[in-house]
């Protein structure tokens, strides 16, 4: 690589399987689109990339999410749609810039603390997971304006839910409620059975 002032690089739609350590070269890069390939993991050389802010991995085979993409401090999208996707690791601390987070469609069941404990995340989609219950600490993600649990066997929505004191769009359609607690009564104008907009125009690039 010789694009030393390069900013934003799209690798998606190929049939990439790895990317070679150089890429750690574009130190200038914000933007790194690798969406529909054929990708596992990453080189540990990403972690170089300090100028990253959006990282798309979509619709890839990653079982983990790479360690090298917790030394992206600086990081604010990160989106691995349509992977697979089970445990997160409990080390979301590292990205405390983080405003979105995209994980649909894998097979999660839990979020870790670190996770919630997000301070600046204001979207997070979690649609087409193995979520049975779902809640929220009092006091977790204080930023979340959307969030998303549509396709998943939830039977039991929390009342921390409550707490999400800046959320104007919570998507819970096609899940197992039966009943939603009463704590969630104030939020019921912002429940929406439908996909969000602008997640339905190019979801492999959020």
């Known amino acids: 690589f010789e694009l030393d002032g390069l900013t934003a690089l799209n690798l998606g739609n190929n049939h990439l399987s790895s990317l070679p350590g150089d890429i750690a070269r574009l130190k200038s890069l914000t933007t790194l689109h690798l969406f529909n390939n054929k990708l596992e993991s990453l080189p540990d050389a990403i972690a ?38 089970i445990e997160l690791p409990d080390r979301f601390n590292a990205l405390a810039h983080l405003e979105l987070i995209n994980f649909k469609n894998n097979q999660i069941s839990s ?19 193995q979520f ?36 104007w769009n919570l998507v819970l359609d096609k899940n197992q409620h039966k009943a939603l607690p009463e704590e969630i009564e104030p939020l019921k104008p912002f429940i929406f059975p439908c996909k969000i907009a602008y997640d339905e125009a190019k979801p492999e690039q959020y």
């Open 132 to 167: 049975i219950t779902f809640d929220i600490v009092p006091g977790s993600l204080p930023a979340l304006e959307q969030l998303s649990l549509a396709h998943n066997p939830i039977e039991q929505i929390g009342p921390g839910i409550a707490s999400l004191g800046n959320l």
């Open 48 to 85: 170089k990339l300090k100028a990253l802010r959006w990282l798309t991995l979509s619709n890839n085979r990653f079982r983990n999410i790479p360690p090298a993409i917790f030394s992206l401090s600086q990081i604010r999208r990160l989106n691995m749609q349509q992977n697979h996707l």
């Open 111 to 129: 979020i870790p603390q670190t996770l919630m404990s997000l301070q600046e995340l204001r979207r997070l989609f979690l649609d087409h997971n």
